[in-house]
């Protein structure tokens, strides 16, 4: 029984100091490329999420938007002649120097 225990050894308690530090840095290591690697995701995440909720949120205001105008009681046809005046003073400012002489000479 004597030969099979292990005898420690300073050069055997040295190496096996070594293989431990070996092994606890490889563990340190896959470690922090697993954190890395989660951190990634959960930045993709937050940015697919954050996407998605604008996506909503422009959907509901277009469809907020379409409600209140279908809610809007119908315009009646004094508001209808108001725009019509306005298209037409718009149209009258909007001519040409050309235009313009040929009025004054014709008046």
């Given at each position: 029984m004597?030969?099979s225990?292990?005898?420690?050894?300073?050069?055997?308690v040295?190496?096996?100091?070594?293989?431990?530090?070996?092994?606890?840095?490889?563990?340190?290591?896959?470690?922090?490329?697993?954190?890395?690697?989660?951190?990634?995701?959960?930045?993709?995440?937050?940015?697919?999420?954050?996407?998605?909720?604008?996506?909503?949120?422009?959907?509901?205001?277009?469809?907020?938007?379409?409600?209140?105008?279908?809610?809007?009681?119908?315009?009646?046809?004094?508001?209808s002649?108001?725009?019509?005046?306005?298209?037409?003073?718009?149209?009258s400012?909007?001519?040409?120097?050309?235009?313009?002489?040929?009025?004054?000479?014709?008046?």
């Amino acid at each position: 029984m004597a030969a099979s225990t292990k005898q420690f050894t300073p050069k055997n308690v040295r190496a096996m100091v070594t293989r431990l530090e070996m092994a606890a840095g490889r563990i340190e290591k896959e470690f922090e490329r697993q954190l890395k690697a989660l951190d990634q995701a959960r930045d993709a995440m937050q940015r697919e999420a954050k996407k998605q909720l604008e996506a909503l949120r422009k959907e509901q205001r277009g469809f907020l938007t379409r409600v209140r105008q279908a809610a809007r009681p119908p315009q009646t046809a004094r508001s209808s002649k108001k725009s019509s005046a306005r298209t037409t003073r718009k149209a009258s400012t909007r001519r040409t120097p050309a235009r313009r002489t040929t009025r004054r000479r014709a008046a």
